[in-house]
């Protein structure tokens, strides 16, 4: 045991916490040396527990431990990564009622995380352990399937992961040279190994480069990437405590749909009344910032997360009467608006229908092409056409991580394989909220093909702003659960469920919108095979058609808000 006389913080590291099986799981623990008992946070996590505490917990007047999950870092076990099933259930509970029955502690656990932390808390939550109060699982969603969109594969935030983030500490435990540590894996990928990896055909041959157990669950999660192998929405009813999530707009872990989950299905009425959400213009890596990739949305955008947090836990754990029960369940950032909102569901009552329907002369390649998207279902030209080539894929425009984002696709003018179609300038606002839908007539010469869409803000000022983003994959266009090729040339209605969002299209800017059959890395590429793309190497070419007529009305659908205000 340590003491910081200056703070006055106690600080045992690695304190070893057993398991009913057996197993010991270390955690390093803090709390303040004089006073107490205290309420405890706990934050389980795979990617190393913090060496340092956060003092604001500890000024607060909790004591708090961070744990290294199970067969990571410095805990014992086999780790199984969230593809398969794992013990996290039982051991987050283990750990839960440990703390609560150490003498300095007063038996009133939180827990709280990010990511993969958060998901540790969901899985802690459904097992319905006695003495944990509350939770601030952030950014996680109901499915490992709501990572990828529809059929597909997230390649590059999935490769980046296992390389970078999951495997340097089973490297070091499996003898295997370094890096050992994410920031060498890192700093190997970005500069020298990136390109490789991700251009590695099949990619299910990257698996032999993993170490074990990786390689063997990392290899079965792409033999069966549609896997369900964790699902929340039937969980909410296990669940007894109220959440405090946080989560944005270009969060590819978007954790929205917890919400209705709770509010519907939630084992208590705390849990079902209390569990709230706050949703910003921010990714993944960007929770209460203003900026995200270099799109700068506004002070107002800018949000102490960790004080809401804080606030959270004074109210379930210490009993302070500071207001945080009475706070609307969602609170959401209109971007262009750059104002918050507050809505008792997500999403908000009240919204209308606007159907925009796609129309062009023919030639809606790029944005200096004809593309226009209109009320009216009438165009002088029935289709447009483009080539998919899967040797020469749409570029993903986001950051050199890739993990998830904004961007100005501005950066994509140069291509033909974007059909763009877009308003006139807006004579007026235009406010959306909830999740665009794209209804889509299309065929392909291909068995199976991709599309994919962007909602675009085209400002007068230059930038075109990404807002939200959705795709399909032909074979998986009506479930999950079965492939269904297509008739190479048959028309096809495909539904595209974009991300959700919440935008205020200013007037002079124009609502756009952008197809194309790729984002690659971003979502591995169908290779318009009908094969499993991730295991099969071979690539064919697909001519793409899109149509937009009376008998064929491709449209996109947006639910307008029009309220005003906080």
Same mark, same amino acid.
């Given at each position: 045991?340590?003491?910081?006389?200056?703070?006055?913080?106690?600080?045992?590291?690695?304190?070893?916490?057993?398991?009913?099986?057996?197993?010991?799981?270390?955690?390093?623990?803090? &709390?303040?040396?004089?006073?107490?008992?205290? #309420?405890?946070?706990?934050?389980?996590?795979?990617?190393?527990?913090?060496?340092?505490?956060?003092?604001?917990?500890?000024? $607060?007047?909790? @004591?708090?431990?961070?744990?290294?999950?199970?067969?990571?870092?410095?805990?014992?076990?086999?780790?199984?990564?969230?593809?398969?099933?794992?013990?996290?259930?039982?051991?987050?509970?283990?750990?839960?009622?440990?703390?609560?029955?150490? =003498?300095?502690?007063?038996?009133?656990?939180?827990?709280?995380?990010?990511?993969?932390?958060?998901?540790?808390?969901?899985?802690?939550?459904?097992?319905?352990?006695?003495?944990?109060? @509350?939770?601030?699982?952030?950014?996680? #969603?109901?499915?490992?399937?709501?990572?990828?969109?529809?059929?597909?594969?997230?390649? $590059?935030?999935?490769?980046?992961?296992?390389?970078?983030? *999951?495997?340097?500490?089973?490297?070091?435990?499996?003898?295997?040279? =370094?890096?050992?540590?994410?920031?060498?894996?890192?700093?190997?990928?970005?500069?020298?190994?990136?390109?490789?990896?991700?251009?590695?055909?099949?990619?299910?041959?990257?698996?032999?480069?993993?170490?074990?157990?990786?390689?063997?669950?990392?290899?079965?999660?792409?033999?069966?990437?549609?896997?369900?192998?964790?699902?929340?929405?039937?969980?909410?009813?296990?669940?007894?405590?109220?959440?405090?999530?946080?989560?944005?707009?270009?969060?590819?872990?978007?954790?929205?749909?917890?919400?209705?989950?709770?509010?519907?299905?939630?084992?208590?009425?705390?849990? %079902?009344?209390?569990?709230?959400?706050?949703?910003?213009?921010?990714?993944?890596?960007?929770?209460?910032?203003?900026?995200?990739?270099? *799109?700068?949305?506004?002070?107002?955008?800018?949000?102490?997360?960790?004080?809401?947090?804080?606030?959270?836990?004074?109210?379930?754990?210490?009993?302070?009467?500071?207001?945080?029960?009475?706070?609307?369940?969602?609170?959401?950032?209109?971007?262009?608006?750059?104002?918050?909102?507050?809505?008792?569901?997500?999403?908000?009552?009240?919204?209308?229908?606007?159907?925009?329907?796609?129309?062009?002369?023919?030639?809606? !390649?790029?944005?200096?092409?004809?593309?226009?998207?209109?009320?009216?279902?009438?165009?002088?030209?029935?289709?447009?056409?483009?080539?998919?080539?899967?040797?020469?894929?749409? #570029?993903?425009?986001?950051?050199?991580? +890739?993990?998830?984002?904004?961007?100005?696709? &501005?950066?994509?003018?140069?291509? %033909?394989?974007?059909?763009?179609?877009?308003?006139?300038?807006?004579? $007026?606002?235009?406010?959306?909220?909830?999740? =665009?839908?794209?209804?889509?007539?299309?065929?392909?010469?291909?068995?199976?093909?991709?599309?994919?869409?962007?909602?675009?803000?085209?400002?007068?000022?230059?930038?075109?702003?990404?807002?939200?983003?959705?795709?399909?994959?032909?074979?998986?266009?009506?479930?999950?659960?079965?492939?269904?090729?297509?008739?190479?040339?048959?028309?096809?209605?495909?539904?595209?469920? +974009?991300?959700?969002?919440?935008?205020?299209?200013? %007037?002079?800017? &124009?609502?756009?919108?952008?197809?194309?059959?790729?984002?690659?890395?971003? *979502?591995? %590429?169908?290779?318009?095979?009908?094969? !499993?793309?991730?295991?099969?190497?071979?690539?064919?070419?697909?001519?793409?058609?899109?149509?937009?007529?009376?008998?064929?009305?491709? &449209?996109? *659908?947006?639910? @307008?808000?029009?309220?005003?205000?906080?």
């Amino acid at each position: 045991m340590g003491i910081d006389g200056t703070l006055g913080i106690l600080e045992d590291l690695n304190v070893a916490v057993p398991m009913r099986d057996g197993v010991t799981l270390r955690g390093n623990l803090w &709390r303040p040396a004089a006073g107490g008992p205290f #309420p405890a946070l706990l934050m389980r996590t795979p990617y190393g527990k913090p060496a340092v505490p956060n003092l604001r917990y500890l000024r $607060a007047g909790y @004591a708090v431990m961070t744990q290294d999950s199970r067969g990571r870092y410095a805990s014992d076990g086999t780790f199984t990564v969230f593809s398969e099933p794992t013990r996290d259930s039982e051991d987050g509970y283990d750990t839960v009622e440990w703390l609560a029955a150490q =003498p300095w502690c007063n038996g009133r656990i939180g827990t709280f995380g990010a990511s993969y932390c958060g998901w540790m808390q969901w899985m802690t939550a459904k097992a319905r352990p006695p003495h944990l109060l @509350a939770m601030c699982a952030r950014s996680i #969603p109901l499915e490992l399937t709501d990572i990828d969109w529809p059929g597909a594969f997230k390649l $590059a935030r999935r490769l980046h992961w296992w390389f970078t983030t *999951i495997a340097p500490d089973l490297r070091r435990r499996a003898g295997w040279p =370094p890096p050992h540590t994410p920031a060498e894996a890192r700093a190997i990928w970005a500069g020298l190994e990136q390109g490789r990896w991700l251009g590695t055909l099949p990619v299910s041959a990257v698996t032999h480069h993993l170490p074990p157990p990786l390689d063997r669950q990392a290899a079965d999660w792409l033999l069966e990437p549609n896997r369900r192998a964790w699902q929340f929405a039937a969980a909410h009813h296990d669940i007894e405590v109220p959440n405090l999530d946080f989560t944005g707009w270009y969060d590819h872990c978007s954790s929205i749909g917890h919400l209705t989950g709770m509010q519907t299905n939630g084992r208590t009425a705390l849990a %079902r009344e209390q569990t709230r959400v706050v949703i910003g213009p921010w990714a993944h890596g960007t929770i209460g910032q203003r900026e995200t990739m270099g *799109i700068d949305f506004g002070p107002q955008a800018a949000l102490d997360t960790q004080d809401l947090e804080m606030r959270w836990f004074d109210h379930w754990l210490k009993g302070i009467d500071n207001g945080v029960d009475r706070h609307p369940p969602v609170r959401y950032y209109v971007i262009g608006a750059d104002t918050w909102k507050n809505s008792g569901t997500w999403p908000p009552p009240g919204l209308t229908e606007i159907a925009l329907h796609l129309a062009s002369d023919g030639q809606a !390649n790029g944005p200096d092409g004809n593309g226009r998207l209109q009320e009216a279902a009438d165009s002088p030209a029935e289709a447009d056409r483009y080539r998919y080539d899967p040797h020469d894929p749409v #570029p993903t425009v986001w950051g050199p991580d +890739l993990v998830s984002g904004v961007s100005d696709r &501005r950066r994509l003018a140069h291509r %033909r394989d974007i059909l763009v179609y877009r308003t006139e300038p807006l004579a $007026a606002d235009i406010e959306i909220a909830g999740s =665009p839908e794209l209804v889509l007539h299309a065929a392909s010469s291909a068995p199976d093909t991709d599309f994919v869409a962007w909602l675009i803000d085209e400002r007068t000022d230059g930038p075109a702003i990404e807002v939200s983003s959705g795709m399909v994959r032909a074979r998986h266009r009506n479930t999950l659960d079965r492939e269904e090729f297509i008739t190479p040339g048959e028309v096809v209605e495909y539904r595209i469920r +974009l991300g959700p969002t919440a935008c205020r299209f200013r %007037r002079g800017n &124009r609502i756009r919108l952008d197809i194309a059959s790729s984002d690659f890395p971003n *979502i591995d %590429r169908n290779h318009n095979t009908g094969r !499993n793309d991730l295991v099969d190497p071979e690539f064919a070419g697909a001519h793409q058609t899109v149509l937009h007529s009376h008998a064929r009305p491709s &449209r996109l *659908i947006l639910k @307008a808000d029009h309220t005003r205000g906080a």
